[in-house]
């Protein structure tokens, strides 16, 4: 007879071990799968995704958990976490978990078709049952103050509709104005980063960097894909992908440290939480604040290109000999409000993160019907950026979160990880006083190693709020980030 | 309430989607996961594949096959494949596959390593538990004529130790002399092949040709690994992987065409047969006649190199400019006794397989100990192929499969395939006349066609024995392989 505590790991490590099974068919469906094997593969990942809710939402798990009574703190932590994530679970039923992938599969599919198109009518009625079943999870967790607030919560653990409204409440007022100030400036120039390009180095180039970061390459490769992202198998085993293009610098180069960012979170999660709900990233929020601190409070900086705008230099003679530090400096930070939110420069990034959420919430609330979406869209992207959306595939078909999940909860987490990121940075810079010279210098090594030892190794033990807490030593804040913005852009844009 | 019949097809897909997930795990494993992923890969692949047993195996499986009355034909396929399956896999208990999983995993590596260091004495424990365990499985099988009977019965049903080895007795018989005969003449010139071939253009030649033998790419791709494969996830989706040596040009050539074979067959089975036992090729064997007859009947044919040779010639035109096509007619044709299976001609080839199979009984039977293993296999490569073994790691290590799997079974396949695959091709010209005019245009739809129809689109409906008498008229035999060899290297060598 196992002992309880050693039961109920082995049951984990079985969820566990079916989830990143398909973690591992979703990346390769990403990557490399023929057309052909979609519908196969579709069947696969949702047998495997049934399998693991079953098998964790099984009542002996339940029994388990009652049961144990923890003598360690990790396993203090362990039966903590993994009491959230049971009793979440089981308020939903396997038949509606079923229904949602089936659909969810389903609507991918159209939304493809339907963007590559432009042609919004043919993924709305998929959208309409979006929301329908984004209500109908919402009513399996009753008591909630705002029906978003069950959706926040699947990424935001402890977030809430009310707190991210205020915060972005605040984070507008003092958003608008520095926008405002910006575009009465001349723009700057990025037409540098806009040369022929071969992609090979493009890759290579972004590999090196992020070799330096930190990120450990025995256990993890960089592939291409249409939309970049960030994968776990396991502790030894995190992938990332981007995409290159080869008019176009920044691209593969931003995604890759962003990427970059998300996977040596993962790869810095303590082995000792492998194969239970601990082994992985806080939140949505806080994995976005690392990808983003790597992105941009360091790969952006003046500093770091200080160190590596001449390397680059090298690799490109004929596109960028005769272009100065300076020019670069800017063309990589120009601002200027346009149509996506992945293209978008740190300044006005986060309202178009706010346009998605609020739509969301309206959505949730009544107020606004799918139908009428588009046109809400378009509306929000006039008065809040100043721009004219000139349809819908660049509108409101950019995006993929709506239409391979939920309506709710699935867009608040970039601007929490933005805010952090510069909390979070400031705290690494108190700590690290000659922090700014060591990146001039391309050297990374203790800011990563105070990230393991402040974020990563902890995985899912401390919340969000804790963390943050323990690192910062102060609550979410959006004055961190608009010091940041205004002491970056300020001088940029002679403001 | 499901029909008996709907609710057994759902639990065989089931099982299905299971294995395929397994299949990508692995596939993924040896293309491109990094070093630091083994652990965790191997616990998953483990996992994956002991809930695939455990749902098959489950008691309801079996009284759905008792309650079931076969109504159609594709019923009756159905329900007596899966009989004989679910019959075979309830005999050996989950505990006995998760012991010898865990112990192939471990064995594996360790195989990898002692190979590496040309190191027998470090895997030798491991092959000893091996062996201990293939015992056990047969044990789970009374009744068996021989031990080795059970393990043969996995990967060609309906074959036995008895059979293989009066077939291989008498092609032992017929092939001793011709190679006799074959040593005496002038050897061929193979330096040819042996010139710097740049890698990309080698596996785009391969490419274009099994493009045109009919594999399709939209439900499959071509990939490198340590050693080339071929893996079905689906009928949508079956891929092949090769390796490429810059300077030997027949590796990645004869590889590319031998799984493309393989994954033709897979590619073709009819979808009606999907996510059940019946969605794959009839046995080992057979998919080794349906390789080796594009890679040796077609491929290796004077007539097809009458079409492509030009062709091949324009890609290296400073390497095969100046070699006409019958000298390398005769150097991807030429015959030597030789220590490495995989390289070997097709004359030789068998000798090599039936090396293999001997030992594997004579260590079933108790005759030879796994420590006497090396030294009885240099015996043996000096009296049958008159080639003096200089080292375990090309000796009795260079072959994975005692060292992934069983002791037993793991061999006769190949020549099998062979049989099988002269009576197949010798069918196919007899049903199509002109076929060598066919092959000397690059033309192999009407082949193609005639397989998909007898062989490929039926996957397990119809067993080996029946396959081939529908096929060719009659059972198993030799003749035709033999009158093939004869006719094809009589010529070549002046006999």
Known sequence: MNKPIDELKNRLQEVDDLEKAGAVLNWD??????????????????????LAHEKFTDPVVGELLDAIDPVADAEASLLKVTRRDYDRAVKVPSEFVARQVAHNSAKYQVWEQSRRA?????????????????????????????????????????????????????????????????????????????????????????????????????RGRQDKTAHPFMIRFGSGDCRITTRVQENYLAEALFSTLHEAGHAMYEQGVSSEYEGTPLG?????????????????????????????????????PSQLGGV?????????????????????DEVTYNLHVMIRFELELAMLEGSLSVGDLPGAWRDRYKETLGVTVPDD???????????????????????????????????????NPTLSDQIEQGEFSRLHTWLKEN????????????????CCGGPISIEPLMSYLNNKFGPLYNI
Chains 1, 2 share one sequence.
């Open 324 to 344: 100065g530090l300076d020019t670069f400096y800017r063309a990589i930070n120009k601002v200027q409000p346009s149509l996506i939110r992945t293209d978008a």
């Open 455 to 470: 974020i990563y190794q902890h995985g899912r033990t401390i919340s969000a709020e804790r963390l943050l807490q323990q």
């Open 280 to 316: 992985q990233g806080a939140t949505s929020g806080i994995h976005e604040s690392q990808s983003r601190l790597w992105e941009n409070q360091v790969g952006r900086s003046f500093g770091f290109w200080k160190h590596y705008y001449p390397k680059l230099q090298k690799e490109y």
């Open 393 to 431: 595939r660049d509108g409101v078909l950019q995006d993929v979160h709506w239409y391979y999940s939920n309506i709710g909860g699935m867009f608040q987490c970039y601007t929490l990880g933005n805010i952090m990121a510069a909390q979070i940075y400031a705290a690494a810079e108190t700590n």
């Open 29 to 50: 469906q990403a990557v490399f799968m023929p057309t052909g094997g979609a519908v196969g593969r579709g069947r696969q990942t949702a047998t495997l995704e049934r």
């Open 118 to 218: 432009n042609n919004f009518a043919a993924v709305q009625s998929y959208l309409e049952k979006t929301l329908e079943l984004s209500r109908e999870y919402v009513d399996f967790f009753p008591g909630y103050e705002h029906p978003a607030d069950p959706l926040i919560d699947i990424s935001d653990e402890g977030m809430t509709a009310a707190t991210v409204r205020r915060l972005f409440g605040e984070l507008r007022k003092a958003l608008v104005p520095l926008v405002a100030q910006i575009a009465e400036r001349e723009p700057s120039d990025d037409s540098c980063l806009r040369e022929n390009f071969p992609k090979a180095r493009q890759l290579a180039f972004g590999e090196m960097i992020i070799r330096k970061y930190g990120y450990d390459f025995d």
